[in-house]
Structure formats: structure tokens, C-alpha cells
């Protein structure tokens, strides 16, 4: 009797005994999908650089790459032409930098409540409310940038002229509080990954909320806080709309906020929407200064994500 059971405890424990007696077809399915899912990524980006390459190649045969990279110059379309891109990656680089003076704080400060202080309840409302602002079409924010954020700018200004009506200023302010809930969202879940065991250990020690927030929540959340912040760059670099109709369209090698600017991608919208002529030189500097930003938006990811493997926590 005793043999008989110990048998079956023994079949029981052996390699065969565990195998499954059916496979599983849906978990290969979703295997395929999500496989699927990564390659239409990796495609799209690839895509995107086989149908840069050539026509950027092209204007570099008759434009002197030196010229375009340092020239402080920009005006393609006029006679002359001039091809010195600095004027656009200025002003790319200004209206960025005040969108992230905006983003940057209100954002965090925003993943921190939802993190740290908010009970689950005003977290539940105030996340989705949060969120909305991500769903808003950006033409929205550049009117709005135009209507009512210029006009109240230049009523306020303690002196000078203020603001002219397209401004850098505007549209980065605008553009600051489009990207906040990328920020607040990504940098909450990060934070909220945390291990408990790190708060209570904190507390246990006399620590107040506001230290368990910035010496041990903050820290060990880091590498996902940087991930949110580059993403929200990666947006603000990529963004079109609102710089096209806040900042202006003409072409400005300035440090100024208060005047108005072009930045790449609102060049690239207003050249691609004209009536150059497939082939052209005009044409192809879409193509160029399409190239520049995506190298400029590669560049910084690589570096975030060496920054994110350096700073990455493994809790287990």
C-alpha cells in the first residue's frame, strides 16, 4: 500500500507528469501579435529613414553640408537661395526649453501628489482629469496660444513693447502644459512602482512625507523620471501645430522669447503644404531638415537611455 503511494507521489513529481496534456493556442496567438506589434515599430522607423535617406542625399550633392550645419542663414525659397539651418534649430531648441520650464515642474509636482500625498480616491479623479489635456488637438492649443495667452501677455508686461503677436514665448508655454500629463502620467507610475517597504522604512526612522518624497521616493523612481522627461522632449521637439501658429513662420536667428520664430517642423509643414515642385531643391530641403531633427531626436534618446540603465532600480 505504502510502495503503491509512494509510486504515485514519485510519477507525480517526474518531467512527464507536468507536461500539459493540451497546447495552448491562444498563448502562441498573443505570442504572434505582440511580436507583430514590435515589428511594425521597428518597420515604421525604418521606413521613415529609407524614405529620408535619398532625397537628403540628393540636396547634400548640390548644398555644402558645412553651409546648412553652421549657416545663420535660412531662406530656400527666395533668390538667392540660402541654406544655413541654425535660424531653425534655434528657434526648435527656445520654444523646447520654456515648454520644458513649464512642464518639468508642474509635472513632477503633479507625479508626486498622485504618488505621495493624494488618498486613492483624488488620485482616481484627478489622473483620467489630467490626462485629458494629452486628448486635446494641438490646433486647439495654437489658436488658444494666439487668442488668449498673447493678448494676455502683452497686457501684463511690466515694460518695453512685450510680446510681439507670434511669439516663442506663447507657443512654449502652451506647448509646456500640452506635454504636462505625458510628464505627471509616466513619472507617477514610476513612482508608484516604488516597494512600500522603502516609505515605511523611511517613516519608521522619523522621516516626514515630504522627506520619503524627495531623498527615497524620488531616487529610486529616477530612471523612470528621466524616461517621462525625454519622452516629453522627444514631444515638444516633434510638435507642429502649435509652434506653426503661435511662433510665426519666419525664420529668426534670435534669443529673444518675445519675437517670433521658425522652428523645423514648422518649416517642414508650411514647405510641404506649398507648390514646390517634386525634385526641386526647395523640395528636397524637407527632406534635410527632416533628417536633422530625427538625428537630433536619436541622439537624445540614446543618451536618455544610457542615463535610464545607470539609474535603474531593481527591486525584487
Known sequence: M???????????????????????????A????????????????????????????????????????????WSPLFKPPSFGVIPLVTGTLMV???????????????????????????RKFFKPMLEVLAGIPTVVYGFFALKAI???????????????????????????????????????DSMSAVPRALRDGAFALGSSRMQVSTRVVFPAALSG??????????????ETMIVAIAAGGRPNLSFDPLEGMQTMTAFIAAAGIGDL?????????????GSLLFVMTLVMNLLSIRLVRKYREVYE
Open 2 to 28: 505504502s510502495s503503491s503511494i509512494s509510486g504515485r507521489r514519485a510519477a507525480s513529481g517526474s518531467p512527464g507528469f507536468l507536461k500539459r496534456s493540451q497546447p495552448r493556442h491562444g498563448e502562441k
Open 30 to 73: 498573443i505570442k504572434v501579435l505582440l511580436v507583430a506589434a514590435s515589428l511594425v515599430s521597428v518597420m515604421t522607423t525604418i521606413g521613415i529613414v529609407i524614405a529620408l535617406i535619398p532625397p537628403a542625399i540628393t540636396f547634400f550633392g548640390k548644398v555644402n553640408f558645412g553651409e546648412f550645419i553652421i549657416g545663420t542663414d
Open 96 to 122: 523646447t526649453l520654456i515648454a520644458l520650464l513649464v512642464a518639468v515642474p508642474l509635472g513632477l509636482g503633479a507625479a508626486v501628489y498622485l504618488s505621495e500625498y493624494a488618498n486613492p480616491r483624488v
Open 150 to 188: 498673447t493678448p494676455l501677455l502683452q497686457d501684463i508686461w511690466p515694460g518695453g513693447e512685450g510680446p510681439q503677436v507670434f511669439n516663442a514665448l506663447a507657443a512654449g508655454f502652451v506647448m509646456g502644459v500640452m506635454i504636462i500629463p505625458t510628464i505627471a502620467s509616466l513619472a507617477e
Open 225 to 238: 523620471i528621466v524616461a517621462a522627461v525625454v519622452l516629453g522632449i522627444s514631444r515638444a521637439l516633434g
Open 277 to 289: 515642385p517634386t525634385g526641386s531643391i526647395g523640395y528636397q530641403t524637407i527632406f534635410a531638415v
